[in-house]
């Protein structure tokens, strides 16, 4: 009970921070960035015990206190010598290095805590190339850094531990989460659940639309495809396994639904913001250049449910089991959302910074949650509400404040050894400057090195590695990204580390390889959209309004046609005809002219009308 009380409070007071600072504005860099941590890992630390229900349990407290204690010492230390770090670029001293081990020990441990061994291990490996990759032969060989110098990178400046990504998750993404969380605490989360069964329910596939459009709407809150499986995933699955879908398939909508709401705007899972620090451009330029291929996603998975469930007859949902519009469309349903989304915008529209903007959309949502429902709740009950969703908002910084402050470490050692540059050499000079090898190639090594990271994680290591590659043979940068950032976000549902497949067939009760076979036909334009980016410069919003149409048309057949040919889905009376047909129309779509989009719109088009009364229930 102890445990739970300071966990609580813990929560709360990460929570209480983010809104204060988010209010009156960030401390100073170093200083904001290093009380973020403390509290996010002494959090972490009370979240995540070691060896809970073991018998070891006491050697478990004994190494969580310690490690806690070393994190607030080390992040209380930048604080206290804050100045000094900032002017004087100290030397490091024994006590700085031991520092330094263990506050990176800390944020380790809590990351394999939290998301496995994968990426600390990635981490160690940073650490360990930088300290050791004088001793390596060939292009990988550098001149070598000792102990001092990498502490002197990583602890005593704003380049290592303390750099972008950690102030990014300090203020902004904090911000959000915080943000997110009392949206879904207030109502939101349950209106987002009744919209989605009212939009999709009594469609063909109903059950699996209802998994698709909840999944998308709180994974643009959320931050993590795999919590959003194991959240949403936990009433969307029993209920298509109910109306009698396949395991497999109920798992695959599930997992896919829940990846693209990480690929969506305005948050897509925390990387629209740190890629607009990469980049350097604005916030709104992410999220403009990201929504064309979102609806294209999801119009490709609604397209593949619905060919699927025509094709297997799947059930809708019952009437009685779908909410009235009325409930939906209720002043404190509706208000609540409205004021939020209202407040962020007008943040926005004003110029002040994302955080203060996500403060106006907190402050809005909280006038408009209070307004409507006096009267109908006690002011404890709202309250509690409120509290909870603070609490929440703090637990789910904590995920985000260590990977990403462990992702700093490594994208320091990084630039510091350059091998983010040797490798996007040897990737251009294998691909001879050819742009559309240098991007299968990094495409595959994405899909690679994402796998088994949250999405902020793996695309931050992505965009030091493999964004510079494709930026070097001519790839706009913001396609660049976006192209990279795609490729590692959808790992999560690509064998063999698949990791929401693997929640979604646990949840399911049916075996994860059947799962994902049916998430990568679901989730197949995923893997399309993202070279339209090279072919097509208004997919990302770049150009003009004729580029921006001309990449919706080609958008329109692909999210058509590889769902109808991947379904199986009856044009004609000959299957092999009907699959000759489409792989035509992919093929002219994707043919780089400015005209070829509409010919294979148009042909797709006249092909459906004339074997309309052809197409039936494929056998």
């Not at 969580?64 to 000094?84: E, M, P, Q, R, T």
């Not at 000959?574 to 148009?602: C, E």
Request: aromatic share 8%; glycine share 12%; charged share 10%.
């Amino acid at each position: 009970m102890t445990l739970k009380r300071m966990q609580k409070g813990l929560a709360i007071l990460v929570g209480a921070f983010v809104f204060y600072t988010a209010a009156t504005g960030p401390f100073e860099g170093l200083i904001q960035r290093a009380i973020f941590l403390a509290l996010v890992a002494t959090l972490g630390f009370a979240l995540y015990p070691l060896g809970a229900g073991k018998s070891w349990r006491p050697v478990g407290v004994l190494i969580d206190l310690a490690l806690s204690a070393i994190a607030i010492f080390a992040c209380g230390y930048v604080v206290w010598n804050y100045d000094k770090i900032m002017t004087t670029l100290p030397w490091a001293t024994t006590l700085d290095k031991a520092l330094t081990a263990g506050l990176v020990l800390a944020v380790l441990e809590l990351g394999r805590r939290t998301v496995g061994l994968i990426f600390p291990v990635l981490v160690l490996i940073g650490l360990g190339y930088a300290l050791f990759g004088n001793l390596l032969p060939g292009p990988l060989h550098h001149r070598g850094f000792d102990s001092a110098f990498v502490t002197e990178t990583i602890f005593l400046g704003d380049l290592g531990i303390w750099g972008m990504l950690t102030g990014v998750a300090a203020t902004v993404i904090a911000s959000f989460v915080l943000f997110g969380a009392l949206l879904l605490h207030t109502g939101g989360g349950q209106a987002f659940m009744d919209l989605a069964m009212r939009l999709g329910g009594r469609q063909p596939g109903g059950a699996a639309k209802i998994a698709t459009i909840a999944s998308g709407l709180f994974g643009m809150i959320s931050g993590s495809a795999v919590a959003n499986v194991a959240t949403t995933g936990n009433f969307t699955i029993p209920m298509m396994i109910r109306l009698g879908y396949p395991r497999a398939f109920a798992a695959a909508v599930e997992a896919v639904a829940s990846t693209g709401g990480q690929i969506a705007p305005p948050i897509m899972g925390a990387a629209a913001f740190v890629m607009a620090e990469i980049l350097g451009i604005p916030y709104v330029t992410i999220i403009l250049g990201a929504i064309i291929p979102a609806v294209l996603f999801y119009l490709s998975v609604f397209m593949t449910v619905h060919f699927v469930a025509l094709r297997r007859n799947l059930a809708v949902v019952p009437d009685e089991d779908l909410p009235d519009w009325a409930v939906i469309t209720a002043p404190r349903r509706v208000l609540p959302i409205l004021a939020a989304l209202g407040g962020l915008g007008i943040g926005i529209y004003l110029g002040r910074s994302i955080s203060t903007s996500a403060f106006y959309g907190v402050v809005g949502l909280l006038i408009a949650f209070v307004a409507t429902q006096a009267g109908r709740l006690s002011i404890r009950q709202m309250t509690h509400m409120i509290v909870e969703g603070l609490e929440d908002a703090g637990k789910g910084m904590v995920i985000i404040g260590v990977l990403l402050a462990g992702a700093q470490v490594l994208v320091s050692m990084i630039n510091l050894t350059g091998i983010g540059v040797t490798l996007s050499s040897l990737i251009v000079t294998m691909a001879g400057d050819s742009v559309p090898l240098v991007a299968v190639i990094v495409a595959g090594v994405c899909l690679i090195m994402g796998m088994g990271l949250p999405t902020t994680a793996a695309y931050v290591l992505v965009a030091a590695v493999l964004a510079p590659a494709m930026t070097a043979v001519g790839v706009d940068p913001l396609a660049a990204h976006l192209f990279v950032f795609y490729f590692a976000t959808i790992s999560v549902i690509t064998p063999p580390v698949c990791v929401a497949v693997f929640v979604g067939a646990g949840i399911a009760g049916t075996n994860w390889l059947p799962a994902a076979g049916e998430a990568v036909r679901l989730g197949a334009v995923t893997y399309v959209v993202p070279f339209l980016f090279l072919l097509y410069p208004g997919m990302t919003l770049q150009g003009s309004w004729f580029d921006a149409v001309e990449a919706i048309t080609a958008g329109l057949v692909l999210v058509i046609a590889i769902p109808a040919l991947l379904a199986g889905t009856r044009l004609t009376a000959s299957r092999g005809l009907d699959i000759a047909i489409l792989l035509a129309v992919i093929a002219i779509a994707i043919w780089p002219h400015p005209v070829t989009p509409f010919i294979a719109l148009a042909a797709l088009a006249g092909i459906f009308m004339i074997g309309s009364e052809k197409r039936g229930v494929a056998t």
